[in-house]
């Protein structure tokens, strides 16, 4: 059976600098019959279990560490035994939600994910967060953006530990620069296509999105 993209909403806070968001997030599965990867593992272990069904599960894969992304994902470890990933430079927000417990193994730029025979390219895209990556999967001719790009533009950068110079230049460089065909899972909403967002980059400059 063939690699394919399986998608699961799962709800509920986000925190930061002291407030408290009601939020959606998208988790991505990525995978086939018999194994699959985790992406994001967002406030809901048994939702994503289930998805996860009789499949070996071979990682959870962080975007980054703000805690909508990374909530499910200790408890999500313990009950299958998968590693959590996360880039080092996000170690600092993954410690305000999971201060006892460590991830499991680095992330880095470059590095390449295997599941199901296919490969998952990691890409540091800091700006939202210091350690947030996308991950490419050209056979699938995907990107899972995370909170980097979404329809319509850049992640917020209002927060602690985000900059938006620093987003608008990963996205200009590693993001845009990947076939316009190429479709963005995004870590909340809708989906979109590199060539969808490209024109309108000026624009977010432009306005300091």
Known sequence: ??????????????????????????VWLVGDDHEVLVIDAAHDADAILAAVGERRLTAIVC???????????????ARTGAPVLLHPDDLPLWKQTHP???????????????????????????????????????????????????????????????????????????????PGDTVVHTGHGETTTVGAEAPHLQEWIDRGF
């Open 100 to 178: 006892d417990r460590s991830p499991d193994a680095e992330l880095a730029d470059g590095q390449v994910l295997a599941v199901a025979g296919i490969e998952l390219t990691v890409l540091h895209t800091p700006g939202h967060a210091p350690g947030a990556v996308c991950l490419h999967v050209p056979a699938l001719g995907a990107l899972f953006s995370g909170d980097t790009l979404f329809a319509g533009g850049p992640g917020a950068t209002g927060r602690s530990y985000s900059h938006f110079p620093t987003i608008v230049e990963s996205i200009r460089e590693r993001l845009l620069t990947l």
């Open 63 to 77: 975007t980054h560490a703000h805690n909508d992304h990374i909530d499910a994902a200790p408890e999500l470890a």
């Open 1 to 26: 059976m063939a690699a394919r993209i399986e998608h699961l909403v799962t709800s509920g806070t986000f925190s930061l600098d002291g407030g408290t968001w009601d939020v959606d997030n998208n």
